[in-house]
């Protein structure tokens, strides 16, 4: 073990990073073929994305202002003027024998992203079109499938593909890197930002160098990464075999491969020795597209706020922790919720920590998002009033969220229906505190003999016995005087 972080030690991991951003048009990029995700294989087509001859491709509007968004978000050169490119190379799933890409003029140039204290650079994001996607099928399953089938219904579909500078020099900084640039497109609209699906896809660019070296050292690229944590996983895995194999005195080789999360392992995809000649030329169905500073000043005007603008706002406007407000951000959903619902309640710290806490705890039980939930931002911010003017009690409160979520009422509305109101009635709570007295003399006697931590079990029981509805504050202070006597 010793030796191998030693080994670590001496060498500098470079990475670089391929995200492909599936942008959230309703059509594809050079037709008017719907984008939605799960339709029927190959329902999604028509002879612009099939690639039949004698058809034209027309550029999708949307699909170049998502781009330019994107670019102004990753202090990008916006591109006066950017054309279209055909990228040559034969594969199963790709209809037309070529890719509509951007090669030399791609409309974002040089920018960058600041991720944990440091600046990535970024060398370029273009537009694209996606291919298919082949299925491989068959009783014997993946490993040994007898046939392949081609699904053509991503064919076609607008990406835009943000190139790094290998500038990252950790697993860590790859994972951040990302996860940064998701909530970026997400706060944008352009993209959904779901890995599992596809919208989001990375490749990385890994090679390790002696410390201190200015050289890079032979890269291998992994692929196939759908999470986050696979991403940091897979980058380790890589650093760790190339270290081994330059320690054994053996060469890297230059390679794609295809990392297999389950087994925690990537394998060969193909050799990368050579670059391969794809052959770009301009397309000559498209003209080139002049971008006028206008253009780009009306997208600029028209900028959501980002996240770290959100992070800051929610320090500052509502003097959230840096950890509350990190989530709120981290998670859109919840940031969109809480800015509505503090329109309704100054009882910020108590908004948070609903949301994060028994509202999102409910929600990954039932397996719901947010969105998804009837329960509103001022049903949510009177719920917290009425619990801060005692008319239920936090106990009560938790019990009302299910109901909330799943119904759409209010928590005055159900309380009534349930009977639920909080019990300040002090005589009332008197006889409950003496009756959990009565019925638990050994514990009365250890608490009258010194072993106070009692207490606690003295208000549960109280708060048991009124089925939550009694005043906390009462419970306590009652079944104090009581015990004393």
């Not at 200015?214 to 690229?221: R, S």
């Not at 005195?249 to 794809?278: F, I």
């Not at 349930?418 to 009756?435: N, P, T, W, Y």
Request: a negative charge.
């Amino acid at each position: 073990m010793a030796s191998a972080v030693a080994a670590q030690t001496k060498y500098e991991t470079v990475i670089g990073l391929e995200i492909h951003v599936q942008l959230k048009t309703a059509t594809k990029l050079f037709c008017s073929c719907p984008t939605r995700f799960g339709a029927e294989q190959n329902r999604n087509t028509c002879p612009i994305c099939l690639g039949n001859p004698g058809v034209l491709p027309v550029l999708n509007r949307q699909a170049v202002d998502f781009a330019i968004l994107a670019g102004l978000a990753l202090n990008c050169e916006i591109a006066p003027l950017t054309k279209f490119d055909r990228k040559q190379y034969f594969y199963p799933d790709l209809p037309k024998g070529y890719q509509i890409s951007q090669y030399d003029r791609p409309i974002c140039g040089m920018g960058y992203l600041e991720v944990m204290g440091q600046k990535i650079r970024i060398t370029r994001a273009h537009l694209e079109e996606d291919a298919g996607k082949l299925v491989h099928a068959g009783a014997a399953g993946l490993a040994g499938s007898t046939h392949s089938l081609v699904d053509l219904n991503r064919a076609g579909v607008p990406l835009l593909e943000i190139v790094s500078e290998p500038d990252i020099r950790s697993s860590e900084q790859a994972r951040a890197y990302a996860e940064t640039l998701r909530n970026i497109v997400r706060y944008l609209g352009i993209c959904d930002g779901n890995l599992e699906e596809g919208s989001l896809r990375c490749d990385a660019n890994v090679s390790i160098r002696p410390m201190g070296a200015t050289e890079y050292g032979t890269k291998a690229e992994l692929k196939n990464m759908n999470s986050f944590r696979s991403i940091q996983r897979a980058i380790d895995y890589e650093v760790q075999r190339q270290i081994e194999i330059v320690e054994s005195g053996e060469r890297v080789v230059q390679e794609s491969r295809l990392w297999n999360d389950a087994t925690g392992t990537s394998a060969p995809m193909r050799s990368k020795e050579e670059a391969h000649d794809y052959r770009y030329f301009p397309e000559p169905d498209l003209r080139p597209l002049v971008i006028p500073v206008e253009w780009i000043n009306d997208l600029k005007a028209k900028m959501p706020e980002l996240p770290e603008q959100r992070l800051a706002r929610l320090k500052d406007q509502f003097g959230l922790s840096d950890y509350d407000a990190s989530v709120l951000v981290e998670f859109k959903e919840l940031g969109d919720f809480f800015d509505e619902a503090a329109e309704y309640t100054t009882h910020y710290k108590a908004l948070t920590n609903w949301l994060m806490g028994d509202i999102t705890g409910y929600l990954k039980s039932s397996q719901k998002k947010l969105e998804d939930s009837k329960l509103t931002p001022k049903a949510l911010a009177e719920m917290i009033a009425m619990v801060d003017s005692s008319k239920i009690s936090t106990a009560i409160a938790k019990k009302l969220i299910p109901d909330m979520v799943e119904t759409g009422k209010s928590a005055e509305a159900l309380v009534e229906e349930q009977g639920l109101a909080q019990v300040s009635d002090e005589g009332e709570i008197r006889k409950i505190c003496e009756q959990v007295i009565a019925d638990n003399p050994d514990n009365v006697a250890q608490f009258r003999a010194g072993k106070e931590k009692l207490f606690g079990f003295f208000v549960g029981q109280a708060m048991k016995l009124s089925r939550g509805k009694a005043n906390p504050e009462l419970v306590n202070r009652l079944m104090g005087e009581l015990l004393k006597q």
